[in-house]
């Protein structure tokens, strides 16, 4: 069974521009969520789609951050424009059913 | 909100001996879920075990097993007979029942002494 895919592995960008990641969930998972992760810190959950609606996106700073799940399987989660605060660690993970949260290897952002 | 922590940010220990991982929750539901992740320097969230609320049994995966106190709302970590592979950073995590959402502790880093 594959995985959940993200890319880019890796994105380096200067401050104010914009930024685009995208997750492919492992097939047939409803559930999809992104995270962020700054460095030395747990991941923090930035929005929850169920299918192509959102669930949950109350850590969402939505005046820069937005994301979509069209047809209910790859989501893109975008950035504009882009702060220093924003370095981070961005993960993707999907789930069937509680409790099996599989998560993909992630997107390095660096913001300079 | 659901609080997770993690008191120690990092643990050694030689390999082939045990080590133990402390996370305490808090949280005012009887349904959930606690689970560990593993994330080495791949950066690769990795799920080690898994405890659910309901089942007063400790789970126990290989050489991982936890100790679930609910009642102490702790929820420590055993990997016995350490190996290199295991270096990497742990977290603990929460999520309800009710709600699907994922709470993580701040983690804690572990090295392997050959």
């Known amino acids: 069974e594959a995985g959940v895919a993200q890319s880019p592995r890796y994105k380096i960008i200067e401050k104010r521009q914009s930024v685009a990641f995208w997750c492919n969930p492992i097939?047939?998972?409803?559930?999809l969520y992104w995270y962020q992760q700054i460095l030395g810190q747990g991941p923090k959950l930035l929005i929850q789609f169920q299918n192509n609606g959102v669930v949950d996106d109350s850590q969402l700073p939505k005046d820069r951050f937005s994301a979509e799940r069209l047809k209910g399987v790859d989501s893109t989660l975008k950035i504009q424009p882009a702060k220093l605060e924003d370095s981070a660690v961005y993960l993707c993970?999907?789930?069937?059913?509680?409790?099996?949260?599989?998560f993909g290897p992630g997107t390095r952002l660096t913001v300079t | 909100a659901q609080t997770v922590t993690q008191s120690q940010p990092e643990m050694s220990v030689q390999e082939a001996e045990t080590v133990t991982l402390s996370c305490t929750y808090d949280t005012s539901e009887s349904d959930y879920y606690l689970f560990w992740y593993k994330q080495p320097p791949s950066r690769q969230m990795i799920l080690v075990i898994r405890?659910?609320?309901?089942?007063?049994q400790n789970a126990t995966e290989n050489r991982f097993s936890v100790n679930f106190q609910k009642a102490a709302k702790s929820f420590s970590l055993k990997i016995s007979d350490s190996q290199l592979g295991d270096a990497a950073m742990y977290f603990c995590a929460y999520l309800a029942v009710n709600d699907y959402k994922l709470s993580f502790g701040a983690g804690t880093t572990v090295t392997v002494r050959a």
């Open positions: 405890q659910e609320a309901y089942k007063q």
């Open positions: 993970a999907s789930s069937l059913a509680p409790g099996e949260q599989y």
């Open positions: 097939s047939g998972h409803a559930t």
